[in-house]
């Protein structure tokens, strides 16, 4: 058994949960969506058909609406319950598709229920790091692009939570964090799946929090959980809980916990095929008679 695979069931119920409360919590989920939307401003592309992979409650779906007034949408999200509340939060869903095809699913991303060579553009803000095979999950959102389409996304790198790892290692010998991948790593992976010309940034955003409690119940409000295989099945002891608010402490800095948050953003396009289907090299000129 692999320790680090995500426990999807859990993943949908812990999303769906924190569905309600989830808007009022997502600090670093929406700056990093704006920052990411920012990125579009140097993007000439644009698409008919929009795929929002993650989309939460549907504040990043709103805003590509916005930018995209004539783009019909599609908003893709693993919990059910974030779907609904979108759907029903004042009115906005009907607002930005007036006119256009109402369009919600409720799927996993590496269970991809999109047909190829579909849409112009894929978005999706700090979902990736929960599929357990990226490389695979890469190769699937290739097919959904079109040629020329883009591909949009940010995702947490290896330093993610660092501060988290250090207090549990020596606590008991289950997982309490997630394994995220490494930025270089992802570059690699985006051409093993065949897009061209990858674009990756990485910064690390930190948080600040009184006490560890805090830093557990902000996760809890988005729905942040441990989702791995090797996490523990019953709630932590008293002793152990009390071991890992002690290993924290010696990290205060000014005061405050930190938590550290690497983010990772890249972008990359879905070039013309060299090779048709009957196996013949397709050779691309300029030549115009």
């Not at 607002?95 to 095809?101: H, S, T, V, W, Y």
């Not at 883009?150 to 939570?161: A, H, Y």
């Amino acid at each position: 058994m692999n320790e680090f695979e995500i426990d999807k069931k859990q993943v949908r119920r812990a999303f769906s949960r924190a569905a309600r409360d989830y808007d009022a919590a997502a600090v670093l989920q929406r700056e990093v969506c704006s920052r990411m939307l920012d990125k579009l401003d140097c993007i000439k592309l644009q698409p008919a058909r929009v795929l929002d992979i993650g989309s939460g409650t549907g504040w990043g779906t709103r805003q590509l609406g916005g930018r995209y007034p004539r783009a019909d949408i599609a908003a893709l999200d693993i919990a059910i319950g974030m779907l609904q509340h979108a759907r029903g939060t004042s009115g906005w869903w009907k607002k930005l598709f007036a006119g256009k095809r109402e369009s919600l699913v409720c799927a996993d991303v590496e269970a991809l229920p999109v047909a190829a060579n579909s849409v112009e553009m894929i978005w999706s803000n700090l979902a990736l790091q929960w599929c357990n095979d990226l490389p695979a999950t890469f190769v699937e959102l290739q097919r959904a692009l079109k040629v020329d389409g883009l591909l949009m996304f940010s995702s947490f790198g290896v330093e993610t939570l660092k501060e988290l790892r250090i207090a549990f290692a020596d606590v008991d010998g289950y997982s309490h964090v997630n394994r995220f991948a490494d930025m270089h790593d992802i570059g690699d992976m985006l051409v093993a799946a065949g897009f061209a010309d990858p674009v990756m940034e990485m910064e690390r955003l930190t948080l600040t929090y009184n006490d560890v409690r805090a830093v557990m119940q902000d996760l809890k409000s988005i729905g942040a959980h441990n989702a791995t295989a090797g996490r523990a099945a019953g709630m932590m002891g008293k002793a152990a809980w009390q071991r890992v608010e002690q290993n924290y402490e010696k990290l205060r800095r000014d005061g405050k916990l930190p938590a550290t948050f690497e983010v990772i953003y890249g972008h990359a396009w879905k070039p013309a095929p060299k090779v048709a289907q009957d196996g013949r090299s397709i050779i691309k000129t300029d030549f115009k008679l």
